[in-house]
Protein backbone atom coordinates (compact mmCIF):
# COMPACT_ATOMS: atom_id res chain seq x y z
CA UNK A 1 0.00 0.00 0.00
CA UNK A 2 2.77 2.19 1.17
CA UNK A 3 4.87 1.44 -2.39
CA UNK A 4 1.92 2.10 -4.13
CA UNK A 5 0.92 5.56 -2.15
CA UNK A 6 4.16 6.45 -3.63
CA UNK A 7 4.48 5.83 -6.96
CA UNK A 8 0.99 7.42 -7.51
CA UNK A 9 2.32 10.90 -5.70
CA UNK A 10 5.97 10.56 -7.80
CA UNK A 11 3.19 10.21 -11.08
CA UNK A 12 1.35 12.81 -9.83
CA UNK A 13 4.49 15.19 -9.28
CA UNK A 14 6.03 14.28 -12.80
CA UNK A 15 2.46 14.85 -14.79
CA UNK A 16 2.06 17.61 -12.61
CA UNK A 17 5.70 19.12 -13.77
CA UNK A 18 4.68 18.19 -17.37
CA UNK A 19 2.03 20.13 -17.23
CA UNK A 20 3.96 23.59 -15.39
CA UNK A 21 6.49 23.35 -18.48
CA UNK A 22 3.06 24.31 -20.89
CA UNK A 23 2.56 27.82 -21.69
CA UNK A 24 -0.11 30.32 -20.69
CA UNK A 25 -2.02 30.15 -23.99
CA UNK A 26 -2.71 26.54 -23.34
CA UNK A 27 -4.00 27.15 -19.73
CA UNK A 28 -7.11 24.57 -21.03
CA UNK A 29 -5.07 22.02 -20.88
CA UNK A 30 -3.43 22.55 -18.42
CA UNK A 31 -6.96 22.99 -16.16
CA UNK A 32 -8.17 19.72 -17.64
CA UNK A 33 -4.85 17.57 -16.44
CA UNK A 34 -5.15 19.17 -13.01
CA UNK A 35 -8.75 18.85 -12.40
CA UNK A 36 -8.04 14.92 -13.16
CA UNK A 37 -5.25 14.68 -10.82
CA UNK A 38 -7.17 16.47 -8.25
CA UNK A 39 -9.91 14.15 -8.72
CA UNK A 40 -7.36 11.03 -8.32
CA UNK A 41 -5.97 13.12 -5.30
CA UNK A 42 -9.41 12.66 -3.82
CA UNK A 43 -10.05 9.40 -4.29
CA UNK A 44 -7.00 8.32 -2.70
CA UNK A 45 -7.76 10.19 0.38
CA UNK A 46 -11.08 9.77 0.87
CA UNK A 47 -10.86 5.92 0.12
CA UNK A 48 -7.47 3.92 1.35
CA UNK A 49 -6.79 1.83 -0.98
CA UNK A 50 -7.55 -1.90 -0.07
CA UNK A 51 -7.52 -4.65 -2.77
CA UNK A 52 -5.11 -5.81 -5.40
CA UNK A 53 -7.82 -4.98 -7.89
CA UNK A 54 -8.66 -1.42 -6.98
CA UNK A 55 -4.32 -0.91 -7.07
CA UNK A 56 -4.87 -2.24 -10.21
CA UNK A 57 -7.84 0.38 -11.32
CA UNK A 58 -5.59 2.97 -10.20
CA UNK A 59 -2.42 2.25 -12.41
CA UNK A 60 -4.83 1.78 -15.23
CA UNK A 61 -5.89 5.38 -14.65
CA UNK A 62 -2.85 6.81 -14.09
CA UNK A 63 -1.55 5.42 -17.15
CA UNK A 64 -4.83 6.73 -19.19
CA UNK A 65 -4.20 9.99 -17.80
CA UNK A 66 -0.33 10.21 -18.94
CA UNK A 67 -1.30 8.75 -22.18
CA UNK A 68 -4.28 11.81 -22.44
CA UNK A 69 -1.26 14.54 -21.61
CA UNK A 70 1.28 13.06 -24.16
CA UNK A 71 -1.56 13.59 -27.20
CA UNK A 72 -2.80 16.65 -25.65
CA UNK A 73 1.71 17.50 -25.82
CA UNK A 74 1.51 16.18 -28.90
CA UNK A 75 -1.75 18.64 -30.61
CA UNK A 76 -0.04 21.50 -28.65
CA UNK A 77 3.58 20.97 -30.02
CA UNK A 78 2.25 20.09 -33.73
CA UNK A 79 -0.69 21.18 -35.43
CA UNK A 80 -3.14 18.05 -37.19
CA UNK A 81 -2.54 19.47 -40.37
CA UNK A 82 1.22 17.71 -40.55
CA UNK A 83 2.67 13.94 -39.37
CA UNK A 84 3.86 14.01 -36.08
CA UNK A 85 7.36 14.59 -34.82
CA UNK A 86 10.04 12.03 -34.48
CA UNK A 87 11.27 11.78 -31.30
CA UNK A 88 14.08 13.81 -32.28
CA UNK A 89 11.86 16.69 -33.93
CA UNK A 90 10.20 16.34 -30.61
CA UNK A 91 13.15 16.86 -28.50
CA UNK A 92 14.44 20.12 -30.48
CA UNK A 93 10.86 21.64 -30.18
CA UNK A 94 10.56 21.28 -26.34
CA UNK A 95 14.30 22.43 -25.61
CA UNK A 96 13.69 25.67 -28.08
CA UNK A 97 10.03 26.33 -26.32
CA UNK A 98 11.12 25.29 -22.87
CA UNK A 99 14.51 28.27 -23.47
CA UNK A 100 12.04 30.56 -24.40
CA UNK A 101 9.62 30.42 -21.46
CA UNK A 102 12.76 30.12 -18.67
CA UNK A 103 13.88 33.28 -20.81
CA UNK A 104 11.04 35.22 -19.86
CA UNK A 105 10.90 36.84 -23.37
CA UNK A 106 6.75 38.11 -22.82
CA UNK A 107 6.84 38.99 -26.58
CA UNK A 108 7.53 35.82 -27.50
CA UNK A 109 5.29 33.99 -29.88
CA UNK A 110 5.37 30.48 -31.44
CA UNK A 111 3.82 30.62 -35.30
CA UNK A 112 3.78 27.12 -37.70
CA UNK A 113 4.08 28.13 -41.19
CA UNK A 114 2.91 25.58 -44.08
CA UNK A 115 5.05 23.09 -45.73
CA UNK A 116 6.02 25.45 -48.74
CA UNK A 117 7.04 28.42 -46.64
CA UNK A 118 10.39 28.14 -47.85
CA UNK A 119 9.30 27.96 -51.57
CA UNK A 120 7.49 31.17 -51.14
CA UNK A 121 9.08 35.28 -51.79
CA UNK A 122 10.06 36.55 -48.63
CA UNK A 123 6.89 39.04 -49.46
CA UNK A 124 4.86 35.92 -48.70
CA UNK A 125 6.04 34.49 -45.91
CA UNK A 126 6.14 38.07 -44.06
CA UNK A 127 2.39 37.95 -44.31
CA UNK A 128 1.77 34.23 -43.33
CA UNK A 129 3.75 35.38 -40.32
CA UNK A 130 2.10 38.29 -39.85
CA UNK A 131 5.03 40.79 -40.17
CA UNK A 132 4.94 44.13 -40.94
CA UNK A 133 7.69 44.14 -43.23
CA UNK A 134 10.07 41.42 -44.90
CA UNK A 135 13.18 43.43 -42.76
CA UNK A 136 11.20 41.28 -39.25
CA UNK A 137 12.08 37.88 -41.29
CA UNK A 138 15.80 36.66 -39.65
CA UNK A 139 17.81 33.87 -39.08
CA UNK A 140 20.52 31.96 -37.56
CA UNK A 141 23.61 31.04 -39.49
CA UNK A 142 26.94 29.14 -37.22
CA UNK A 143 29.97 30.42 -38.61
CA UNK A 144 33.34 28.88 -37.55
CA UNK A 145 36.56 30.57 -37.75
CA UNK A 146 38.74 27.83 -39.57
CA UNK A 147 42.23 29.66 -38.44
CA UNK A 148 41.69 29.47 -34.99
CA UNK A 149 44.57 27.58 -33.19
CA UNK A 150 43.84 23.88 -31.87
CA UNK A 151 44.96 24.82 -28.40
CA UNK A 152 41.99 27.20 -28.40
CA UNK A 153 39.55 25.50 -30.60
CA UNK A 154 39.58 22.75 -27.27
CA UNK A 155 38.14 25.24 -25.47
CA UNK A 156 37.60 29.28 -25.00
CA UNK A 157 36.10 31.82 -22.96
CA UNK A 158 37.02 34.71 -25.03
CA UNK A 159 34.23 35.72 -27.31
CA UNK A 160 36.48 37.86 -29.30
CA UNK A 161 37.99 34.78 -30.39
CA UNK A 162 35.49 31.85 -30.98
CA UNK A 163 36.14 28.53 -32.98
CA UNK A 164 31.92 29.25 -33.80
CA UNK A 165 29.71 32.54 -33.53
CA UNK A 166 26.20 32.07 -34.46
CA UNK A 167 24.53 34.74 -36.45
CA UNK A 168 21.41 36.50 -36.52
CA UNK A 169 20.60 38.51 -39.29
CA UNK A 170 17.96 39.49 -41.95
CA UNK A 171 17.20 37.57 -44.63
CA UNK A 172 17.18 40.75 -46.45
CA UNK A 173 20.38 40.68 -46.12
CA UNK A 174 23.86 38.75 -46.39
CA UNK A 175 26.91 37.99 -44.14
CA UNK A 176 29.28 39.93 -45.47
CA UNK A 177 32.35 38.02 -44.71
CA UNK A 178 34.91 40.83 -44.69
CA UNK A 179 32.56 43.26 -42.58
CA UNK A 180 32.54 39.95 -40.10
CA UNK A 181 35.93 39.43 -39.37
CA UNK A 182 36.83 42.74 -38.93
CA UNK A 183 34.23 43.68 -36.57
CA UNK A 184 35.17 40.58 -34.68
CA UNK A 185 38.93 41.48 -34.71
CA UNK A 186 37.93 45.09 -33.58
CA UNK A 187 37.38 43.62 -30.56
CA UNK A 188 40.08 43.76 -28.38
CA UNK A 189 41.94 46.61 -28.41
CA UNK A 190 44.41 47.74 -31.00
CA UNK A 191 47.37 46.72 -28.78
CA UNK A 192 45.99 43.12 -28.78
CA UNK A 193 44.61 43.10 -31.76
CA UNK A 194 45.18 39.81 -33.49
CA UNK A 195 46.65 39.73 -36.91
CA UNK A 196 43.71 39.19 -39.81
CA UNK A 197 45.18 35.65 -40.95
CA UNK A 198 44.10 34.57 -37.75
CA UNK A 199 40.36 34.92 -38.94
CA UNK A 200 39.10 32.56 -41.80
CA UNK A 201 35.01 32.64 -41.19
CA UNK A 202 32.55 30.05 -42.92
CA UNK A 203 29.61 28.93 -42.61
CA UNK A 204 29.97 25.70 -40.53
CA UNK A 205 29.46 21.92 -42.01
CA UNK A 206 26.39 20.79 -41.08
CA UNK A 207 27.92 18.02 -38.29
CA UNK A 208 29.49 20.95 -36.56
CA UNK A 209 25.97 22.70 -36.51
CA UNK A 210 24.07 19.66 -34.99
CA UNK A 211 26.82 19.45 -32.44
CA UNK A 212 26.53 22.52 -31.42
CA UNK A 213 23.14 24.09 -31.91
CA UNK A 214 20.80 20.59 -31.64
CA UNK A 215 18.68 21.67 -34.56
CA UNK A 216 18.39 20.38 -37.81
CA UNK A 217 18.55 22.54 -41.16
CA UNK A 218 16.19 25.36 -41.18
CA UNK A 219 15.36 24.58 -37.68
CA UNK A 220 18.25 26.72 -36.61
CA UNK A 221 17.24 29.28 -33.06
CA UNK A 222 19.40 30.83 -30.15
CA UNK A 223 17.37 29.47 -27.51
CA UNK A 224 18.25 26.14 -26.13
CA UNK A 225 21.68 25.80 -28.20
CA UNK A 226 23.54 22.41 -26.75
CA UNK A 227 26.73 24.23 -26.54
CA UNK A 228 27.87 28.01 -25.58
CA UNK A 229 28.20 29.98 -28.88
CA UNK A 230 28.99 33.59 -28.79
CA UNK A 231 26.17 35.42 -30.21
CA UNK A 232 26.23 38.37 -32.82
CA UNK A 233 23.42 40.45 -33.72
CA UNK A 234 23.47 41.90 -37.05
CA UNK A 235 23.32 45.85 -36.21
CA UNK A 236 21.10 46.46 -39.37
CA UNK A 237 18.44 44.82 -37.35
CA UNK A 238 18.69 47.10 -34.15
CA UNK A 239 18.74 50.27 -36.68
CA UNK A 240 16.70 49.60 -39.35
CA UNK A 241 13.74 51.36 -39.12
CA UNK A 242 11.86 49.60 -40.94
CA UNK A 243 12.07 46.48 -38.41
CA UNK A 244 9.14 47.33 -36.21
CA UNK A 245 11.44 46.09 -33.66
CA UNK A 246 10.36 42.62 -33.38
CA UNK A 247 12.15 40.15 -35.60
CA UNK A 248 10.64 35.97 -36.41
CA UNK A 249 13.24 33.60 -36.51
CA UNK A 250 13.67 29.46 -36.26
CA UNK A 251 11.81 27.94 -33.79
CA UNK A 252 13.42 24.71 -33.26
CA UNK A 253 11.95 22.69 -36.16
CA UNK A 254 11.74 23.85 -39.98
CA UNK A 255 8.00 24.44 -39.55
CA UNK A 256 8.18 26.20 -36.73
CA UNK A 257 8.97 30.03 -36.15
CA UNK A 258 9.10 32.16 -33.06
CA UNK A 259 8.82 35.96 -32.59
CA UNK A 260 10.63 38.26 -30.43
CA UNK A 261 10.99 41.93 -29.55
CA UNK A 262 14.25 43.09 -30.15
CA UNK A 263 14.84 44.87 -26.92
CA UNK A 264 14.17 41.53 -25.49
CA UNK A 265 16.18 39.70 -27.10
CA UNK A 266 19.07 41.60 -26.52
CA UNK A 267 18.33 41.98 -22.66
CA UNK A 268 18.47 38.08 -23.03
CA UNK A 269 21.48 37.18 -24.81
CA UNK A 270 23.44 40.10 -24.74
CA UNK A 271 24.74 39.54 -28.17
CA UNK A 272 27.45 41.46 -29.53
CA UNK A 273 25.81 44.17 -32.05
CA UNK A 274 28.52 44.47 -35.03
CA UNK A 275 27.46 45.70 -38.65
CA UNK A 276 28.28 42.23 -40.46
CA UNK A 277 26.10 42.27 -43.58
CA UNK A 278 24.95 43.55 -46.79
CA UNK A 279 21.91 43.91 -48.42
CA UNK A 280 21.07 40.74 -50.54
CA UNK A 281 20.37 40.26 -54.36
CA UNK A 282 17.03 39.78 -55.10
CA UNK A 283 18.20 36.90 -56.89
CA UNK A 284 18.73 35.14 -53.55
CA UNK A 285 15.42 35.21 -52.44
CA UNK A 286 14.82 31.46 -52.20
CA UNK A 287 18.10 30.67 -50.00
CA UNK A 288 18.97 27.36 -48.10
CA UNK A 289 20.70 29.06 -45.38
CA UNK A 290 20.45 27.42 -42.18
CA UNK A 291 17.32 29.33 -40.26
Same mark, same amino acid.
Given at each position: ?????????????????????????????????????????????????????????????????????????????????????? !????? &?????????? *? $????? %?? /?????????????????????????????????????????????????????????????????? !????? &?????????? *? $????? %?? /?????????????????????????????????????????????????????????????????????????????????????????????
Amino acid at each position: KGTKNNNLQMTMTAISSSVDKLFQDEALVAIKCYSVLSYLTTKQQSKPISSSSENLDLDKCLETVSNEIQKLENAILCPSTMPAPS !DSERE &QILRARNAVL *K $SNIYS %SV /FKWVPQEYYSFPLSKRAHILGAHSTFQLCKSMLMENKAVEPVIRGGSNDDSYSPFYLVVLQYEAVI !DIKKL &QSEIRALKPI *K $SRLEP %SK /FDLRLAVEEDNDRLTGYSHNAVTPFGLLKKVPIILAKDIVTNMDMAQFIWMGGGHKRLKVGVAVKEFINFFNPMVLDVTSARNSSCDNDKDFD
